[in-house]
Nanobody, 126 residues
Framework: QVQPVESGGGLVQAGGSLRLSCAAS????????MGWFRQAPGKEREFVAA????????NYADSVKGRFTISRDNAEETLYLQMNSLKPEDTAVYYC???????????????????WGQGTQVTVSS
């Protein structure tokens, strides 16, 4: 099956905004949850946000709550992450991921997800 494709990353100054997109065409029919994760150099991949594909219920990591917004366009099969008030510590490769919901692992664990995009770099300068 086709791998999701992220876009929208780049270099931005602290306090700025970026909007990430994840095109997941052909994958969302069996998808229960989609999420965003990030991985900074030398650190483990960490949960950022998740959304149930049909109902649109959202969850966020405490570190991004109030600054980031996850959303989706069901018809376009696209996942978004609006990132505002960016901080240098938000610098990382951002990945989108999808899950059929069959895993017993929690939704904030990377092992809950069945498929991943290739990632997009976000760099926030101070």
């Amino acid at each position: 099956q086709v791998q999701p494709v992220e876009s929208g990353g780049g270099l931005v100054q602290a306090g700025g905004s970026l909007r990430l997109s994840c095109a997941a065409s052909g994958r969302t029919f069996s998808t229960y949850v989609m999420g965003w994760f990030r991985q900074a150099p030398g650190k483990e991949r960490e949960f950022v946000a998740a959304i149930t594909w049909r109902a649109g219920s959202t969850n966020y990591a405490d570190s991004v709550k109030g600054r980031f917004t996850i959303s989706r366009d069901n018809a376009e099969e696209t996942l978004y992450l609006q990132m505002n008030s960016l901080k240098p510590e938000d610098t990382a490769v951002y990945y989108c991921a999808g899950s059929t919901g069959r895993s017993r692992d929690p939704f904030y664990s990377s092992t809950y997800y069945n498929y991943w995009g290739q990632g997009t770099q976000v760099t926030v300068s101070s």
